[in-house]
């Protein structure tokens, strides 16, 4: 029998109506892009599940674990370090945007030159469709782009659980300082929070959890680089999409599970696109659940996705956090370590993520590059003409896309993309 949420998420303030109605728009969704794609690996009916329970079964565990004391803390950004979070026995979610949703009410609120995912995070909010971010005992906003930065400031008047955590914008020693003391802050509001004081043995149990998670992910991802690819783009970006929901042990051992799969069938060369299809990587904007357009044009058009530059991908999950160390303060400079390496496009100047891309397109054997900007984000826009132009000085097959989340483009995403696919086959 279906277990009946309503009044769980009615507790939590849904407009149950609207919420229905998404969770409907999302099923559709859901069933014609990821269950129409043939010879998926088995492994991939848990990440169904949890799709089928991302706003049920989790928030469940969610709210039964907070009546066991645990807090949850939502975040919108990959720089909110995780290993402070788990450290003090809390969970860390990343909360709803991907969708357009409660458009005339957001555009009252924001510029309309807004990107559609800080649009979107409002729409959830405004909309009063996401059991995240309402059933969080903290958010958390951070000073990365500009509309970002300014878009909290709205948001701090519609909740009033937000925290704000400032993120350097060059990497130089003075912005390693300035992470470094928020990080040191972050982690008092987090004691503060939880009533958990944080020491070295629950630092390390933190940085173990959220190792192991980024383990578990930098495997599966380590055979995407066969030909044939075992595994589709789009199903490797719904195990990044999961990576900010569920319950991390399970994600691990899930993971684990799908990548022994993976390993089967690259030994006898099986995948669900045939030897030698058109393999690209993605490079750009983060793409939350359910924003799944554009890699479904791409693997609708006679390619497959072997990779994603994006912070729901490598660029979020790559570097492990080195756990050795006897002190707090030891332990948490080597989380700053991991964390100020991210090479997300708010940096000036940002030649790291110039340099991943084109390692990143060696080791996943891919023919060509597809950078994804959403519309009005100017950090990636911005960076997404040098990138373009360096890859194709270099010989590097590259095009570059802006869009939103919405479906009137697709027609003509697809033309291009189309040719693209040409060019590089
Ligand atoms: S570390 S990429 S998750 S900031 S798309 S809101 S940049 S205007 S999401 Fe990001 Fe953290 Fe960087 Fe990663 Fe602004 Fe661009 Fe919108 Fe964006």
């Given amino acids: 029998m279906e277990a009946n949420y309503a009044p769980l998420w009615e507790s939590l303030g849904l407009d149950l109506d609207a919420h229905d109605e998404l969770l409907r728009v999302l099923g559709e969704g859901y069933s014609n892009i990821f269950l129409s794609q043939k010879d998926r690996p088995e492994g991939m009916a848990y990440f169904d599940f949890v799709m089928s329970e991302v706003h049920g079964l989790r928030i469940k565990e969610l709210i039964d674990g907070q009546k066991e004391g645990r807090k949850v803390i939502g975040s ?16 860390l979610v990343g909360l709803c945007t991907g969708a357009d949703f409660a458009t005339d009410e957001v555009d009252k609120l924001l510029p309309r030159n807004t990107c559609a995912l800080i649009k979107s995070a409002f729409g959830f909010k405004l909309g009063k469709v996401c059991p995240y971010i309402e059933a969080a005992d903290l958010l958390v906003g951070e000073n990365t782009c500009d509309g970002k930065k300014k878009s909290f400031e709205v948001l701090d008047k519609l909740v009033d659980k937000l925290y ?19 990080y040191a802050r972050f982690k008092k509001a987090v004691e503060k929070l939880t009533g958990i004081v944080i020491d070295p043995a629950r630092l390390r149990n933190g940085i173990e959890i959220t190792n192991n998670k980024r383990r578990a992910l930098h495997r599966l991802n380590s055979f995407r680089s066969a030909d044939p690819a075992p595994i589709s783009g789009l199903d490797a970006l719904l195990a990044n999409q999961v990576y900010f ?14 990548s022994d799969e993976l390993e089967q069938r690259i030994k006898v060369g099986e995948g669900p696109f045939p030897k030698g299809t058109p393999r690209i990587l993605m490079s750009g904007c ?17 390619a497959v996705i072997v990779g994603e530059e994006s912070c729901v991908g490598e660029r979020g999950t790559q570097n492990l956090t080195d756990d050795t160390g006897e002190t707090v303060d030891e332990l ?44 009005f ?18 010989g590097i097959p590259a095009l570059r896309i802006d869009t939103d989340y919405s479906v009137e483009d697709v027609g003509q995403l697809k033309t291009r993309i189309e040719a693209f696919i040409e060019r590089i086959a």
């Fill in 245 to 258: 929901y569920d319950e991390p042990a399970r994600f691990s051992e899930s993971i684990n599970k799908i």
């Fill in 76 to 91: 919108f950004c990959v720089f909110v370090p995780e290993e402070i979070v788990r450290a003090a026995d809390a969970t």
């Fill in 164 to 182: 704000v955590m400032d993120i350097p914008q060059m990497k130089s020693p003075e912005g390693r300082a300035l992470l470094k003391a928020e």
């Fill in 377 to 394: 984000c100017q950090p990636y826009q911005f960076e997404s003409i040098n990138v373009e132009a360096t890859l194709e000085k270099k």
């Fill in 286 to 302: 983060p793409m939350a659940v359910p924003n799944w357009k554009v890699p479904w044009i791409v693997e609708t058009s006679g």
């Fill in 332 to 375: 948490m400079d080597n989380i700053l370590d991991r964390y100020f390496k991210i090479d997300c496009a708010i940096f000036t100047p940002n030649p790291d993520r110039q340099q991943h891309i084109e390692e990143m397109y060696e080791r996943y054997n891919a023919d060509g590059v597809i950078h994804y900007g959403l519309q």
